[in-house]
């Protein structure tokens, strides 16, 4: 892709990933893109950078708009590997630039490249640097998601570069929403949001209220919101920041995930009659097996619902090796307002569904409890307390999905 003019003098100069399905960890069945940003004004001036494998795309992008050597400020929004780690081969080109970044990511920066003959200045919230017609504020967002991070708002231009807040993995054509909307469809784009969120900022929703909060309180108008992935946001800036601050709130669909793995399939038949009793209350239902499924799509289908059934065999007296890497990457993103209830099978000695509370418990979610275990292939009557156990948690999740405002 060529670079597109997002605003007169403002361009996207950044690269598509068509190809990448791994983003450290989790799937990416869309692939993703790298956004940066060029600012041609009296200095002109770089706004992010990009993957190292795409270095030399982004570098055509710029050189087809003007020579890189003419670049006078970079702005390094963030400085993981997908942000940064071009940033070398840009120097090379423009080694008399000043790079502006958050004293973290200074300190991170050193990590990554020697630093010692760059100009670099250091910003914090409410800093501003003036380029000609234009002025940039440096917004502080630490921890969305990493220490360094820090958002830039082009004052005139009412356009906030908000890294990795917004964002989406999305290769697309398109660079607007309203372009993706018209080409694709709203649905894809809305869950490509959910997907994101759910496996990189969840547990990062009470710092997300309070740095909207904050942006919002230094009363600056947003025209255009442009992330360092996915698509640009110019028709639905305020759809977009409503949308983060419900999913901060902790927004979930009446709905129940059961997400299990089975040994000998006794677990699986299991989730026949949960399904049942939970639809005959009239609660929606989707089953994840973890080792046919990617754990961010069982990620994404836990976020989405506000009731989730974990279902393990028990091995060695232990949960099954999947669904307990699963609850333990789970922990790690501190999910909340969530109910959830266990169900398993087991041989000789049981263990599992008991240490799946625990970790549930650990996590600090509504549990309802007893689970339900079946000795061996469920019987009949195991298949019938499988149903009433169905129908008694979807009551549950009713009754505890009435507590939040949609």
């Given at each position: 892709?060529?670079?597109v003019?997002?605003?007169?003098?403002?361009?996207?100069?950044?690269?598509?990933?068509?190809?990448?399905?791994?983003?450290?960890?989790?799937?990416?069945?869309d692939?993703?893109?790298?956004?940066?940003?060029?600012?041609?004004?009296e200095e002109?001036?770089?706004?992010?950078?990009?993957?190292?494998?795409?270095?030399?795309?982004?570098?055509k992008?710029?050189?087809?708009?003007?020579?890189?050597?003419?670049?006078k400020?970079?702005i390094?929004?963030?400085?993981?590997?997908?942000?940064?780690?071009?940033?070398?081969?840009?120097?090379?080109?423009?080694?008399?630039?000043?790079?502006?970044?958050?004293?973290?990511g200074?300190?991170?920066?050193?990590?990554?490249?020697?630093?010692?003959?760059?100009?670099?200045?250091?910003?914090?919230?409410?800093?501003?640097?003036?380029?000609?017609?234009?002025n940039?504020?440096?917004?502080?967002?630490?921890?969305?998601?990493?220490?360094?991070?820090?958002?830039?708002?082009?004052?005139?231009?009412?356009?906030?570069?908000?890294?990795?807040?917004?964002?989406?993995?999305?290769?697309?054509?398109?660079?607007?929403?309203?372009?993706?909307i018209?080409?694709?469809?709203?649905h894809?784009?809305?869950?490509?949001?959910?997907?994101?969120?759910?496996?990189?900022?969840?547990?990062?929703?009470?710092?997300?209220?309070?740095?909207?909060?904050?942006?919002?309180?230094?009363g600056?108008?947003?025209?255009?919101?442009?992330?360092?992935?996915?698509?640009?946001?110019?028709?639905?800036?305020?759809?977009?920041?409503?949308?983060?601050?419900?999913?901060?709130?902790?927004?979930?669909?009446?709905?129940?995930?059961?997400?299990?793995?089975?040994?000998?399939?006794?677990?699986?038949?299991?989730?026949?009659?949960?399904?049942?009793?939970?639809?005959?209350?009239?609660?929606?239902?989707?089953?994840?097996?973890?080792?046919?499924?990617?754990?961010?799509?069982?990620?994404?289908?836990?976020?989405?619902?506000?009731g989730?059934?974990?279902?393990?065999?028990?091995?060695?007296?232990?949960?099954?090796?999947?669904?307990?890497?699963?609850?333990?990457?789970?922990?790690?993103?501190?999910?909340?307002?969530?109910?959830?209830?266990?169900?398993?099978?087991?041989?000789?000695?049981?263990?599992?569904?008991?240490?799946?509370?625990?970790?549930?418990k650990?996590?600090?979610?509504?549990?309802?409890?007893?689970?339900?275990?079946?000795?061996?292939?469920?019987?009949?009557?195991?298949?019938?307390?499988?149903?009433?156990?169905?129908?008694?948690?979807?009551?549950?999740?009713?009754?505890?999905?009435?507590?939040?405002?949609?």
């Amino acid at each position: 892709m060529n670079a597109v003019e997002i605003k007169p003098g403002i361009y996207w100069v950044g690269a598509i990933d068509w190809a990448i399905r791994d983003f450290h960890g989790y799937i990416t069945p869309d692939g993703t893109t790298y956004n940066n940003y060029l600012v041609m004004d009296e200095e002109i001036t770089l706004i992010d950078t990009v993957k190292l494998d795409f270095a030399e795309t982004t570098i055509k992008n710029i050189s087809n708009i003007t020579d890189p050597s003419a670049i006078k400020n970079i702005i390094i929004n963030h400085i993981e590997n997908d942000h940064v780690t071009s940033l070398g081969r840009i120097m090379e080109l423009t080694p008399d630039a000043t790079i502006y970044i958050t004293e973290k990511g200074r300190k991170g920066l050193e990590r990554f490249f020697d630093i010692s003959s760059w100009n670099i200045s250091t910003v914090k919230t409410g800093d501003t640097l003036n380029i000609g017609k234009r002025n940039l504020l440096f917004i502080e967002t630490a921890m969305l998601h990493w220490p360094d991070s820090m958002m830039t708002y082009i004052k005139e231009d009412r356009i906030l570069v908000s890294q990795d807040g917004f964002g989406q993995h999305l290769a697309s054509a398109s660079r607007f929403d309203d372009e993706f909307i018209e080409s694709e469809s709203e649905h894809k784009l809305d869950e490509a949001v959910i997907d994101y969120y759910a496996n990189i900022l969840m547990p990062f929703g009470n710092l997300i209220k309070s740095r909207i909060g904050e942006i919002q309180d230094l009363g600056i108008e947003i025209e255009i919101i442009a992330p360092d992935h996915g698509i640009i946001w110019r028709k639905n800036t305020a759809g977009i920041i409503k949308r983060y601050l419900d999913m901060a709130n902790g927004a979930a669909d009446m709905r129940v995930a059961i997400i299990y793995d089975t040994m000998w399939q006794s677990t699986g038949i299991m989730t026949t009659p949960l399904v049942q009793g939970i639809r005959d209350e009239g609660v929606d239902c989707s089953v994840i097996k973890l080792r046919a499924t990617p754990a961010s799509v069982a990620i994404k289908e836990f976020w989405r619902s506000r009731g989730v059934l974990i279902g393990t065999p028990t091995l060695n007296n232990k949960m099954f090796p999947s669904v307990a890497g699963f609850l333990h990457q789970l922990a790690g993103l501190r999910p909340k307002n969530r109910i959830a209830g266990a169900f398993g099978s087991y041989g000789w000695g049981g263990g599992a569904v008991k240490e799946a509370y625990e970790s549930l418990k650990a996590m600090k979610l509504e549990v309802f409890e007893p689970g339900v275990e079946s000795l061996y292939r469920p019987s009949p009557e195991d298949e019938g307390r499988c149903y009433d156990f169905g129908r008694a948690f979807a009551r549950e999740v009713k009754e505890y999905h009435s507590r939040f405002k949609q």
